[in-house]
């Protein structure tokens, strides 16, 4: 890739706490894969700012939106200061007058990958995820990374986990866990579910006869990246069901978990899977969701 046509890494900033976990995370991310990053702040046009413009008489002054605009570079020029002092050095920044979720999504077309937060500074503190982040895990054309203002960033020595389930989405998954552990110099944790139930169907399917059919759906999905990635150790886990609840644990000890974005179950126009849903909302470590362009 070449760092002067493509702009790398697009990080959403907000000034929020969780924009600084997502900036941090993305600094070395940036400096591990050596490609540049864009730090973009949406100023987003809501229906004051929009009438005031359309009706140059209308209520809200010029300096509003020279405030706002002022305001931006200043959120801009902190998040460029972090991620220099956390090692990037190929910087832009720029602030865009757009809704933020289209804006976005634009700027992931031609990015190898799209940070942000999981809340912004305008989330409802109940919500897991903010309306930026969620919107592009449904809508980004790239890989999408999430990360949380609480989500513990230095586990150095820890594996990265994928979750494995033989779908296309998955296949995608694992190229981008392999690709991060090697140039982390970590072991990778392969998970696969036999079954994506949440229930457990212990009582009615006997789990030793079909281990043996869940363990040749990872070998199968495995096949091919050990002599890509000689230098990566994998250690293939295999559970019954219930394949968020394993991923989500295992990311406790985990310094990234990578899912795809449509798991088996997944139909003709279903965006995000139900297993990749669960774990952005609680995962322990930053979370990767492979989508494709």
């Not at 494995?164 to 989405?169: H, Y």
């Amino acid at each position: 890739m070449s760092s002067a046509l493509r702009p790398g890494i697009v990080v959403a900033v907000d000034g929020s706490a969780s924009s600084d976990a997502a900036l941090r995370w993305s600094a070395r991310e940036a400096v591990l894969h050596r490609i540049p990053l864009l730090l973009v702040h949406v100023l987003s046009t809501d229906v004051t700012a929009a009438w005031a413009t359309a009706v140059p008489a209308a209520l809200l002054p010029l300096e509003y939106f020279q405030g706002r605009e002022e305001q931006a570079r200043g959120v801009l020029a902190e998040a460029e200061a972090l991620v220099k002092d956390a090692g990037a050095t190929l910087v832009t920044t720029k602030f865009v007058h757009a809704a933020p979720v289209p804006a976005l999504v634009e700027a992931s077309t031609e990015a190898e990958m799209v940070v942000a937060g999981t809340r912004g500074n305008g989330a409802v503190k109940r919500l897991l995820l903010g309306s930026v982040s969620t919107g592009l895990l449904y809508h980004a054309r790239c890989p999408v990374a999430v990360v949380g203002a609480d989500t513990v960033l230095d586990r150095p020595d820890a594996p990265v986990v994928v979750g494995v389930d033989g779908s296309r989405a998955s296949e995608q998954a694992l190229g981008i866990a392999f690709d991060e552990a090697s140039l982390r110099g970590v072991d990778l944790v392969a998970l696969h579910s036999w079954s994506d139930r949440s229930e457990s169907l212990h009582p009615y399917v006997n789990w030793e006869g079909v281990r043996a059919q869940a363990e040749e759906t990872l070998a199968i999905s495995l096949a091919g990246f050990g002599e890509r990635y000689p230098d990566v150790t994998v250690h293939r886990e295999v559970v019954f069901d219930r394949p968020a609840e394993h991923l989500l644990e295992r990311s406790e000890s985990a310094q990234l978990l990578v899912v795809g974005s449509r798991g088996r179950g997944g139909f003709a126009g279903m965006l995000l899977g139900s297993v990749s849903a669960a774990v952005v909302q609680a995962a322990g470590a930053p979370v990767i969701v492979a989508r494709g362009r």
